[in-house]
């Protein structure tokens, strides 16, 4: 008899359906294609404008048929693609809660097309914790050489020193060391927390972040996590974790993270949310509306399989915890 981890369900969101998600999406379906068992969400149409031929019949397809067919294009930014994403993300919530799936990985979404549809979602992330009612959620991003958990998310730079807080950043050192744990089975993660200006602050010459908000939150991390370390300048912390010292970099803000993850490898570039009862991941890009218009050359389709790979990881060792 064949173990329950061996058959999981994997659902797939379509994302924005006028940019990559669909093209990515069933690229890696086929690619994948008798090792794993997707569930796909989405507008069959727009599916198979970019599939193989037949490859939408063959699958386990819930089509909500809600892109019409007049005027649609790729490439374009839309309220009602922007509608139609947020469509499938309700349907893929609602197969989670019917347990006819057991993850979720997620094609791209336009923010802009979404808020034009009306809705105040900056994010995947935002999405979930809301209609999750997810009291705390960490955006972890990572490739194969480096993984970061970050502290503040999509808000403007200017904005980060007085959103920091030294209970935030113990908040998701301690949600991204037990994620860690349990479903990356590293029994004893070692985690640096990055400081927010350049060299630390230098004993606060360049700015006082380091001493008021992040130092206070190592001293309080200490007691769960002995061997945390940090504040340490952006740069030292991610070259020392990329050479293999540290397991996981709490970033402050989305660029520290990003930047270095794209660098490093965005060919495996993943975000995958922390903080929700079910696994959930995506590639580490955007809707790359210029390149669905374009429509040649196609995407990049490893970032999706890195995504759908990793969901059915973390979700096995979850079950297994």
């Given at each position: 008899m064949k173990s329950p981890l061996s058959n999981l369900k994997i659902g797939l969101t379509l994302g924005?359906?006028?940019?990559?998600?669909?093209?990515?999406?069933?690229?890696?379906?086929?690619?994948?294609?008798?090792?794993f068992d997707f569930v796909i969400i989405g507008d069959r149409r727009v599916f198979d404008r970019v599939a193989e031929s037949g490859l939408g019949k063959s699958l386990d397809f819930i089509d909500l048929n809600n892109v019409s067919r007049r005027g649609f294009k790729f490439g374009k930014v839309?309220?009602?693609?922007?509608?139609?994403?947020?469509?499938?993300?309700d349907k893929a919530l609602e197969l989670i809660k019917g347990k006819r799936i057991d993850c979720l990985v997620t094609a791209p979404i336009s923010k802009e097309?979404?808020?034009?549809?009306?809705?105040?979602?900056?994010?995947?992330?935002?999405?979930?914790?809301?209609?999750?009612?997810?009291?705390d959620t960490v955006m972890m991003l990572l490739n194969k050489r480096l993984r970061c958990?970050?502290?503040?998310?999509?808000?403007?730079?200017?904005?980060?020193?007085?959103?920091?807080?030294?209970?935030?950043?113990?908040?998701?050192?301690?949600?991204?060391?037990?994620?860690?744990?349990r479903l990356f089975k590293i029994e004893n993660p070692r985690i640096v927390?990055?400081?927010?200006?350049?060299?630390?602050?230098?004993?606060g010459l360049i700015g006082r972040e380091e001493e008021w908000i992040i130092q206070p939150a190592v001293v309080k991390l200490k007691k769960k996590i002995p061997s945390i370390q940090g504040p340490l300048p952006a740069d030292t912390a991610i070259s020392k974790a990329i050479?293999?010292?540290?397991?996981?970099?709490?970033?402050?803000?989305?660029d520290q993270a990003l930047i270095p993850l794209k660098i490093s490898g965005a060919d495996s570039g993943v975000n995958l949310t922390l903080g929700l009862?079910?696994?959930?991941?995506?590639?580490?890009?955007?809707?790359?509306?210029?390149?669905?218009?374009?429509?040649?050359?196609?995407?990049?389709?490893r970032p999706m399989i890195e995504a759908i790979k990793l969901a059915v990881k973390c979700t096995r060792n979850q079950k297994r915890a």
């Open positions: 924005d359906p006028s940019g990559i998600g669909p093209e990515i999406a069933a690229r890696a379906v086929s690619a994948l294609r008798g090792r839309s309220a009602d693609y922007g509608r139609a994403s947020i469509e499938y993300l097309a979404v808020k034009l549809a009306g809705y105040n979602y900056s994010g995947h992330t935002e999405y979930f914790a809301q209609n999750c009612r997810a009291k958990a970050l502290v503040t998310r999509h808000i403007p730079l200017n904005a980060v020193s007085s959103r920091l807080t030294t209970a935030g950043i113990c908040k998701t050192t301690e949600i991204a060391f037990d994620s860690l744990r927390i990055s400081a927010l200006n350049p060299h630390a602050s230098d004993n050479g293999g010292k540290f397991d996981c970099v709490i970033s402050l803000f989305h009862e079910f696994i959930r991941t995506t590639p580490l890009h955007g809707v790359a509306f210029d390149i669905a218009a374009k429509r040649n050359p196609a995407a990049d389709i």
